[in-house]
């Protein structure tokens, strides 16, 4: 039976004693820390270095805070990121969500809790990566489909046609010569020809069609 690697973990916290709180409990719960960050734009920059499995982010750093962090991580290495804050609120929760975050957890994070969360990061963050490419494909669709759109152009309504010279009635006083209308309103192009009732009719010393 394979044996599972432990999850790799990065901390960003600008505590020094709340980081070290963390990293102590990492390692009581079987986890790997593979760095500290003090702040969210260290965090993004060692994320895209180290690739960890997760983040445990403060959401209160200075430069750029956690949830700015997550939001930079997401768009330049998709990682798990759990926040970590002394501040629990449904605003919070809606902006966490916003910017791609798996979990967040109430400080001080107790082992359970944290062996806890990093489990449901991780299991979340597969189907958001999932969820977050099949919305691309479908933007992608979506764009392909109004391009194509945009280049149709088609004919509706009544169109008023001479039923002797067949010109075309652009508005009440003047009339326009059928295939020019068609080239000029259509992506088809008009090429002229004979039908065999015409060539019948206008060339009878030719005989046949």
């Not at 768009?75 to 966490?96: F, Q």
């Not at 067949?166 to 009339?175: A, G, L, S, T």
Request: net charge negative; aromatic share 4%.
């Amino acid at each position: 039976m394979e044996t599972r690697r432990p999850p790799r973990v990065l901390v960003a916290e600008d505590d020094y004693l709340v980081s070290e709180t963390i990293a102590h409990v990492l390692k009581e719960i079987g986890c790997e820390l593979v760095g500290t960050a003090a702040d969210g734009r260290q965090a993004a920059e060692m994320v895209c270095a180290l690739h960890p499995d997760v983040v445990l982010m403060d959401i209160r750093m200075p430069d750029v805070d956690g949830l700015e962090a997550a939001r930079n991580i997401q768009e330049c290495c998709p990682t798990p990121v759990i926040i970590l804050t002394a501040y629990e609120s449904k605003e919070l929760v809606d902006r966490a969500s916003e910017t791609g975050v798996s979990a967040y957890l109430s400080k001080p994070p107790v082992a359970q809790e944290i062996d806890r969360a990093i489990t449901i990061a991780l299991a979340r963050h597969g189907d958001l990566v999932a969820l977050r490419h099949a919305n691309e494909e479908l933007a992608a669709k979506n764009a392909a489909l109004q391009d194509a759109m945009e280049e149709i152009r088609t004919l509706r309504g009544i169109l008023p046609l001479c039923m002797f010279c067949k010109k075309v009635r652009i508005d009440e006083d003047y009339w326009q010569q059928v295939d020019i209308y068609i080239n000029e309103h259509t992506d088809a192009e008009v090429s002229h020809g004979l039908c065999p009732e015409c060539y019948a009719e206008h060339y009878p010393d030719h005989g046949g069609s």
